[in-house]
């Protein structure tokens, strides 16, 4: 196993764009994370799905935003017209369902720069 | 959430050990003591974490105040490659997300 793999490292994009991310977790893994982190601030949650199926999101996760895990395996992360606020790091971890005793484990990220 | 209070930057010397402190004064019965550590353009890393007893693993010990309102990591012989922000974080039974803070950076010294 690999561990967590996203996909583009780095992707730069016009204002008004869309772009899509791609994270694959590990395979045993049914629990996947997206998390936002910007220049100097911790990583911040956005959402996560068990399997197929999201089960929170959090209020950064505009109507701009959204996130599928169609067969419980990889994930998209889409952002619709983007924007220079949008210019982060996307995370993407995994972890081994609802054992609090398991750390997640994390990819190393998707830089986008909105431009 | 329950909130935590890390120094900004901590530095040490290569080969010396390493105490980075954490205060987590509401944390609440249920909350685990979680410890990532992420290095330069790279994703966080799991590092160690802890309940109510000390803790070691290969990487780290973890030191947990009797009243749980502290903690500490502890790195025996820090190395140039332990260099990265620690981030001390709670993690609730209730919910299945890291609340990170903007963690430590430490720096180590040859």
């Known amino acids: 196993d690999t561990g967590v793999s996203q996909d583009p490292r780095h992707k730069i994009t016009k204002r008004g764009q869309n772009v899509t991310f791609r994270c694959d977790p590990i395979?045993?893994?049914?629990?996947l994370y997206w998390y936002r982190q910007t220049l100097g601030q911790g990583p911040e949650f956005l959402t996560y799905f068990q399997n197929e199926a999201q089960l929170e999101k959090s209020r950064l996760l505009s109507d701009r935003f959204s996130a599928e895990r169609p067969k419980g395996s990889f994930s998209t992360l889409e952002i619709q017209r983007t924007e220079q606020g949008d210019s982060a790091m996307y995370l993407c971890?995994?972890?081994?369902?609802?054992?609090?005793?398991?750390?997640?484990?994390f990819g190393s990220g998707t830089r986008l720069t909105v431009v | 959430d329950a909130k935590t209070t890390q120094p900004n930057s901590m530095e040490s010397n290569e080969e010396e050990p390493v105490h980075l402190p954490c205060n987590h004064s509401?944390?609440?019965?249920?909350?685990?003591i979680h410890w990532y550590r992420q290095l330069p353009s790279q994703g966080p890393e799991y590092v160690i974490h802890?309940?109510?007893s000390n803790v070691n693993n290969r990487m780290a010990s973890l030191a947990i105040a009797e009243d749980r309102k502290s903690s500490t990591l502890i790195l025996h012989r820090a190395t140039l490659r332990d260099a990265a922000v620690y981030y001390c974080?709670?993690?609730?039974?209730?919910?299945?997300?890291?609340?990170f803070g903007t963690g430590t950076r430490l720096q180590v010294f040859p």
């Open positions: 974080i709670l993690r609730r039974r209730d919910t299945d997300k890291l609340i």
């Open positions: 509401t944390i609440s019965g249920t909350d685990y």
């Open positions: 971890a995994s972890s081994l369902g609802d054992r609090i005793n398991y750390g997640y484990t």
């Open positions: 802890g309940l109510t």
């Open positions: 395979s045993e893994h049914n629990r």
